[in-house]
């Protein structure tokens, strides 16, 4: 769908940090951007900021997204799929309940995992998700094309799309996110009661303190809804983060000095090798898949990356002119060529792969 200028139309329901640097990132790229907020003088700072091009949601958008607090995502995103004809999307940093109360083909759950220090519309960058994972959570009976195009708006923000289950993702993001924060306020918190005590204490938090408590600053309101939504996969990361500290403390007590430093080696090394994004276009395949005429098959494709660990360095569906079908033109990166091959024929895909560069 196009507006008479021939832009794109999206809508952006709630205009906090993400949804001010979405609505500031697809506006950049020639997008008219509708945008909707409770705070009306937010609304009103976006429309002089040249971030939206209006107030309220735009019907004929093809794409919303919701980027209101978790709790309030369901009733939004309801409120979306009924006043538009898009796709809708939405930002939270929990799934499973949101996708569980949302049954609709044109509802793709995701986020985007990005952020900064700044709060609120003061913080919109239009390069936020540049670089950045974005989760996006198809569900079994997805529809291809509502996938395929959210992913298609997320990709030209720059971001990296990954595909997960909702559940897999809860998991995962307890234990890359939401416990960190909760590690991170916990130091925080003692360091403060500490330096009632010792005045110098806090004057003595250098570098890598203050870097490993930055994300204690976050939004209190924010992190009440994410723990209150995601308790059981945080009370799991944190029973096993307890229980890492434990044998920590043991081996400590203990003077077990090669156990300990077998442990922080460990450690060391999966930090240096926590993997990055595909740079170098001649050392990277590019697998064609005929999408097979069964719900969900396009986010299969990104949801056996993300199993097998594969990055997908670039990603778009064409449509063959004999017929209705599409197929997928994915570039990976060739070293993981013969593991992707193997678990998309045995999911009962059959792509073919050629070189690049």
């Not at 205009?15 to 609505?23: E, F, K």
């Not at 529809?143 to 997320?154: I, L």
């Not at 897999?168 to 909760?182: E, F, G, Q, T």
Request: hydrophobic share 45%.
């Amino acid at each position: 769908m196009t507006s008479p200028g021939n832009a794109r139309i999206a809508n952006v329901v709630g205009l906090g940090l993400i949804g001010s640097s979405i609505a500031a990132g697809l506006s950049e790229r020639g997008w008219t951007v509708h945008g909707d907020d409770l705070d009306l003088d937010v609304l009103e700072e976006a429309h002089q900021r040249g971030l939206i091009a209006m107030a309220g949601l735009n019907a004929a958008a093809e794409i919303t997204f919701v980027a209101v607090p978790v709790s309030q995502i369901p009733e939004q995103v309801a409120r979306a799929l009924g006043s538009t004809a898009g796709v809708v999307t939405d930002v939270g940093s929990v799934k499973a309940s949101i996708c569980a109360t949302t049954v609709n083909d044109r509802f793709i759950g995701g986020h985007p995992m990005a952020g900064s220090e700044a709060d609120g519309i003061d913080g919109a960058d239009p390069n936020m998700f540049d670089g950045a994972i974005w989760v996006l959570t198809p569900v079994t009976d997805s529809d291809d094309e509502a996938f395929t195009s959210v992913a298609a708006v997320v990709r030209s923000l720059g971001a990296e799309v990954v595909a997960l289950t909702p559940e897999r993702h809860d998991a995962l993001v307890a234990i890359v996110s939401h416990v960190p924060h909760l590690t991170a306020a916990t130091l925080m918190s003692l360091a403060a009661q500490r330096s009632q005590e010792h005045a110098t204490l806090l004057r003595l938090a250098a570098g890598g303190f203050r870097d490993m408590t930055r994300i204690a600053g976050g939004r209190t309101d924010i992190w009440l809804d994410i723990c209150s939504e995601n308790r059981e996969a945080i009370g799991a990361a944190l029973d096993d983060l307890i229980g890492g500290l434990s044998e920590v403390r043991r081996l400590i007590a203990e003077e077990r000095r090669s156990d300990l430093g077998e442990r922080l080696q460990t450690a060391r090394e999966a930090r240096i090798n926590l993997p990055g994004r595909v740079t170098d276009p001649t050392v990277v395949v590019e697998f064609r898949i005929p999408i097979p005429d069964r719900a969900g098959a396009a986010a299969e494709v990104f949801t056996l990356a993300a199993d097998l660990g594969v990055n997908i360095a670039n990603f778009e569906v064409v449509h063959l002119a004999e017929s209705a079908r599409g197929v997928a033109v994915v570039l990976i990166d060739e070293s993981m060529t013969e593991l992707f091959r193997g678990g998309l024929i045995a999911r009962g895909f059959r792509p073919s792969v050629s070189a690049l560069g």
